[in-house]
C-alpha cells in the first residue's frame, strides 16, 4: 500500500485534507495528485461532510508540482527525447482544478506555509482562502521557464487585475501573506498559531449554512464573471427559484419567523 500522501480528518461535518510530504514541501508527486483527487471524490460523496479544509503538514502549505517527479524532471541523458509535462496538467491538475471548483460543499485552503507554483494557485482555486502571517504566494512558474497552470492564468488576473496578475506571474516574487490579503488575492491573514483554530472555525461555520445556497452562490459567480448584468440578474432568479422550493430556504425563513435556530440538511 503507497504512502498516506494526503491525510484525512473527519472534525463533524469538516473534512480536512492535509498535505503530508513535508520533507519536500508537500510537492506534488503524480501519486499525491492522486490520493488528492481520490479524497475529494471520497469527501464529495460522503453526505455528513458538509465542507473541506486543506491544509499543509509541516512548514508548508505545497512547493508545486515535484520537480524531481519522473513524470517532469529532465532526463540526464542528452539524447533522450523530452518530456511532454502537458500530460500532467491533462492527465492530474485539470481534473483537480475542476473537481475543487465543482465540489458540492464549501472548500477552505489553511495556508500554513510557503504556496508555490501550482500549490499556490490550487490554494487560491479554493473557495476561502485564510494564511498565516508567515506563509507566502509565489507564481514560481517563469522561475523555471514555464507559464502559470492549475489555473493561474485564469484566476490572477480575475483576483487582483492584469496588472497585479502579470507583475506577479512574470516575476515570481514571494507574495508575503498580508500582502496578499492587501490585494484581495486571498480572504484573511491570522497569527501562525491562530490559523488552524481560525481555519477551522470558519470551516464548521460553513459546515452548519446551508450548503446548496453556497455552493450556488459559488457557481453564480463564476458563472456571471463572464456574463452581462442582465443575464447575471435572470442566472440568479433562475438559482433563486430553484432554492426557493428547497428545504433550506424553507427552513432557514421559518425559523427566522419562529426566532430559532435554523436546522439546514440539503446538501
Ligand atoms: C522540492 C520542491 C519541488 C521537489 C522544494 N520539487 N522538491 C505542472 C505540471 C508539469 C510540470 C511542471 O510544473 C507544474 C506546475 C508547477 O507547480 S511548476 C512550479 C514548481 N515549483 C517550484 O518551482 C518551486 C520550487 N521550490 C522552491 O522554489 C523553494 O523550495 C521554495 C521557495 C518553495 C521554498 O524554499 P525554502 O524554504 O528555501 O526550502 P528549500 O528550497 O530548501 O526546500 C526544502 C526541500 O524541499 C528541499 O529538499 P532537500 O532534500 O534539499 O531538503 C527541496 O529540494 C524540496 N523541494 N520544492 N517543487
Same mark, same amino acid.
Given at each position: 500500500m503507497s504512502e498516506h500522501l494526503i491525510q484525512i480528518e473527519q472534525h463533524g461535518g469538516v473534512r480536512v485534507l492535509r498535505l503530508n510530504r513535508p520533507e519536500a514541501l508537500n510537492a506534488f508527486t503524480a501519486v499525491m495528485l492522486g490520493q488528492l483527487r481520490h479524497a475529494l471524490e471520497a469527501a464529495a460523496d &460522503?453526505?455528513?461532510?458538509?465542507c473541506v479544509l486543506i491544509t499543509g503538514a509541516g512548514r508548508a502549505f505545497s512547493a508545486g508540482q &515535484?520537480?524531481?517527479d519522473p513524470h517532469v524532471a529532465p532526463s540526464s541523458d542528452p539524447a533522450a527525447a523530452p518530456k511532454d509535462i502537458g500530460h500532467m496538467l491533462d492527465h492530474y491538475y485539470i481534473p483537480l482544478a475542476l473537481r475543487l471548483r465543482s465540489m458540492p460543499v464549501p472548500v477552505v485552503a489553511a495556508v500554513n506555509g510557503v504556496a508555490a507554483g501550482a500549490g499556490a494557485n490550487m490554494a487560491l482555486g479554493c473557495d476561502l482562502v485564510l494564511a498565516a502571517e508567515t506563509a507566502s504566494f509565489i507564481q514560481a512558474f517563469s522561475r523555471i521557464g514555464l507559464l502559470p497552470d492549475c489555473g493561474g492564468t485564469w484566476l490572477l488576473p480575475r483576483l487582483v487585475g492584469r496588472a497585479k496578475a502579470l507583475e506577479l506571474a512574470l516575476l515570481g516574487d514571494k507574495l508575503k501573506a498580508a500582502d496578499a490579503a492587501a490585494l484581495g488575492l486571498i480572504s484573511r491573514v491570522v497569527p501562525d498559531a491562530e490559523l488552524a483554530d481560525a481555519a477551522m472555525a470558519v470551516a464548521q461555520k460553513l459546515a452548519g449554512m446551508p450548503t446548496r445556497a453556497l455552493v450556488e452562490t459559488r457557481r453564480a459567480m463564476d458563472e456571471a464573471l463572464r456574463l452581462d448584468f442582465e443575464p447575471a440578474l435572470k442566472q440568479e432568479a433562475v438559482l433563486q427559484s430553484q432554492l426557493g422550493f428547497a428545504h433550506d430556504y424553507l427552513e432557514g425563513a421559518a425559523a427566522f419567523l419562529d426566532k430559532r435556530k435554523p436546522e439546514f440538511k440539503d446538501r
Open positions: &460522503d453526505g455528513p461532510t458538509r &515535484d520537480l524531481a
